[in-house]
């Protein structure tokens, strides 16, 4: 048998399946945003669905706080990750116990930490009674709102508590890989702690921070079940809102429920096309 | 000089120790729930233990348990079926170069990046008209779309860094081809595919959106329950289903705590838990 066709055999399955599922999905998705789809009649194809999401104020709210999500949790994350892997590459008592409790939530679904923060930082949950039992606030609604609150304070909690590890793992493997040897180098010709790290550690990892940033972002970006269980009703994220307009008795708005998918979509869109570049490259340099 | 390392290095103690604090933390209430009963402001600990939440998750009533056979089920199927297409797919990209070759690394990459919403809703419509929908085969298939990129992406590791030369020397040496799969390549990349699939079952484990919508609500594995239970109020009984929920991936990081550390492509996966 040819190399071509054990390549091609070898990968058939996946691909089959991957064409199938996800750009299957996607373009019915697109097709039906376009309220076009033969099979139930629909043959001629419109854009009321982008009209309408374009022309209504809910939308833009809803993008403005999910982008707004994303972002903030991202960012905070990755900065946290970094301090955290720069801790913990270091050679310590206890080492093997920290690393381990740094990981453990790795493996935790994103909903059980949405449960956890919702029970820590809601009007009557436990840092609200730390807050009473110190004097600070006699009833619950005294505590300030961190859950379904306008700024999306505890969602962002969240992801934060559960992409520290991810954005670090990932960050800490790659400290290891390079070693010390160059900020020797850079300490040995006079750099200061911090100029070393800023013009020799991180030009090396900042590529890797990025991607592992590109991959939190649209996870933080799509992900529907720590906005629905923390986020505020008006306006939601946008996640949310698709799935509300799906499952809306009124078939009407299944096109416009499709539309925020494919919004969604192009917007993982430009974060595989930023993720291809930063990877391919690291491998070049 | 000397204080000045010292300040440092309490500095540095009490900073790992927040973050520690902060990463265990959340979880804690959850435990202290599932063991209270009328845990209510502003006590700081229940006023009374019980084994109450407990009690009832195990029982037939609540439909915990068969929560967890279904979701153990789900999680099982989609992993299997992920090794039987993502080794072979894998190995045609860990160990050839082809044309073409980067379109297909960027079609199964991409289902990592790209939401499950964004791609959920056509399929809904798909499986409308194959009769998929509501059913639990069609949830397993629909997990695919997360795990078997993910399988994939680490067998590719594993193939690029593995030498077909030792096949080629089995077979020259008289072993049929299944012979040579069995005693010679299983053997080499067995702990890559235990690895993958520890992970594949995790991530097919922690889905939610994908099965809330094929499933239709009709198929409940366990984070759809645990969300029943969270908004309907039930803290004790949420806490309970979540210590279950989050067993197996405690499990799997113990089990697998050393790859992590390495600079194995296994954690690239953590990214859809």
Redesign the interface.
């Known amino acids: 048998m040819s190399d071509r066709m054990k390549i091609f055999l070898l990968l058939a399955p996946a691909l089959g399946i991957i064409t199938v599922l996800f750009l299957g999905g996607l373009a019915i998705g697109l097709m039906r945003s376009f309220n076009y789809m033969p099979v139930i009649g629909l043959t001629e194809p419109n854009f009321n669905a982008y009209v309408s999401l374009f022309s209504s104020r809910e939308f833009y709210l809803s993008f403005a706080l999910t982008f707004h999500i994303a972002f903030t949790s991202t960012v905070i994350s990755a900065v946290i990750a970094v301090a955290a892997a720069l801790l913990l590459r270091r050679s310590f008592a206890g080492r093997g116990v920290i690393n381990f409790l740094f990981q453990l939530n790795l493996t935790v679904p994103h909903l059980v930490g949405a449960i956890g923060i919702l029970y820590l930082f809601s009007q009557s949950g436990s840092f609200a009674r730390l807050a009473h039992e110190f004097g600070m606030i006699s009833r619950p609604s005294e505590f300030p709102a961190l859950v379904f609150d306008p700024y999306a304070i505890g969602i962002i909690l969240q992801y934060v508590w559960k992409e520290i590890p991810f954005i670090g793992v990932i960050v800490l493997a790659q400290m290891q890989a390079l070693g010390q040897d160059y900020e020797s180098v850079a300490r040995s010709l006079g750099a200061s702690k911090w100029q070393s790290f800023r013009h020799v550690l991180l030009p090396l990892i900042f590529p890797g921070v990025l991607s592992a940033s590109v991959i939190v972002f649209a996870f933080t970006f799509g992900a529907y079940e720590i906005p629905a269980l923390l986020g505020q009703n008006y306006p939601a994220a946008l996640p949310v809102l698709a799935y509300r307009q799906y499952t809306d008795v009124d078939l009407a708005a299944r096109p416009e429920a499709m539309a925020m998918a494919i919004v969604i979509a192009i917007l993982a869109g430009v974060m595989i096309w930023a993720y291809t570049r930063l990877t391919r490259r690291r491998i070049r340099s | 000089m000397d204080r000045d390392t010292a300040t440092i290095r309490s500095i540095?103690f009490l900073?790992?120790a927040l973050?520690?604090f902060?990463?265990?933390?959340?979880?804690?209430?959850?435990g202290i729930?599932s063991f209270a009963r009328g845990w209510?402001?502003?006590?700081?600990l229940p006023q009374e233990w019980t084994l109450q939440a407990w009690a009832y998750a195990f029982s037939d009533v609540s439909g915990v348990l068969q929560s967890l056979w279904l979701t153990i089920w789900v999680a099982l199927a989609a992993t299997a079926l992920s090794i039987?297409?993502?080794v072979?797919?894998g190995?045609?990209?860990g160990l050839?170069k082809?044309r073409g070759k980067e379109i297909?690394e960027?079609?199964?990459?991409?289902?990592?990046?790209?939401?499950?919403?964004?791609?959920?809703?056509?399929?809904h419509?798909?499986f409308i008209?194959l009769g998929l929908t509501n059913s639990v085969w069609g949830v397993i298939?629909?997990h695919?779309?997360p795990t078997?990129?993910y399988m994939?992406l680490v067998m590719a590791g594993i193939f690029a860094n593995y030498d077909p030369a030792y096949e080629l020397q089995a077979r020259s040496l008289g072993a049929s081809p299944l012979k040579t799969f069995w005693l010679v390549t299983l053997p080499a990349i067995l702990p890559g595919v235990i690895v993958g699939a520890l992970f594949a079952f995790?991530v097919s484990?922690?889905q939610?959106?994908l099965t809330?919508?094929i499933g239709g609500g009709r198929v409940v594995t366990l984070?759809l329950l645990?969300?029943n239970f969270?908004?309907s109020g039930r803290?004790d009984i949420?806490g309970a289903i979540?210590m279950i929920?989050?067993l197996p991936?405690?499990v799997?990081?113990?089990l697998t705590?050393r790859q992590?550390?390495?600079?194995?492509g296994a954690?690239?996966g953590?990214?859809?838990?």
């Open positions: 540095r900073s790992g973050l520690i902060w990463l265990v933390v959340p979880l804690v209430p959850l729930w209510r402001f502003p006590d700081l039987l297409v993502g072979p797919a190995r045609a990209l050839y082809f297909v960027l079609l199964i990459l991409a289902p990592v990046i790209v939401p499950g919403i964004a791609v959920v809703l056509g399929i419509t798909i008209t298939l629909v695919l779309i078997l990129p994939t995790l484990w922690s939610y959106i809330l919508i984070p645990l969300f969270a908004t803290n949420t979540a929920y989050i991936g405690i799997i990081l113990i705590a992590l550390s390495g600079q194995s954690v690239g953590f990214g859809r838990v």
